[in-house]
Nanobody
Framework: VQLQASGGGLVQAGGSLRLSCAAS????????ITWFRQAPGKEREFVAG????????VYADFVKGRFTTFRDNAKNTVYLQMKDLEPEDTAVYYC?????????????????????WGQGTLVTVSS
């Protein structure tokens, strides 16, 4: 499995960006792709993903309604639409995937539970 993240860049506070994560190498559900981020000097943290039902999107509390993740199964691509960006959102954003559905919130949000990782895309938000 290969995950290719793209779409990062430099944006002013209050701006928007759309990240993409294209999956290739095998056929699997894009619902198993989850977004994480890692800010300088901080641990990697969960951003957004789909729960085990395949229908409910789970977001980290800090998203506060500003981010939306959606997928295009025909393109095997998952997107993270971000708006109202804040300097605190500055981080490398990663997409990750598992071989199986995460059956709990604890698994869904734990980066150690993921096998496949994209290379990350840097988002820098200036104040």
């Amino acid at each position: 499995v290969q995950l290719q993240a793209s779409g990062g860049g430099l944006v002013q506070a209050g701006g928007s960006l759309r990240l993409s994560c294209a999956a290739s190498g095998r056929t699997f559900s894009t619902a198993s792709i989850t977004w994480f981020r890692q800010a300088p000097g901080k641990e990697r943290e969960f951003v957004a993903g789909t729960d085990w039902s395949g229908g409910r999107i789970v977001y980290a509390d800090f998203v506060k309604g500003r981010f939306t993740t959606f997928r295009d199964n025909a393109k095997n691509t998952v997107y993270l639409q971000m708006k109202d960006l804040e300097p605190e959102d500055t981080a490398v954003y990663y997409c990750a995937a598992r071989n199986s559905v995460a059956l709990s919130i604890a698994i869904l949000t734990n980066p150690a539970m993921y096998i496949y990782w994209g290379q990350g895309t840097l988002v820098t938000v200036s104040s």
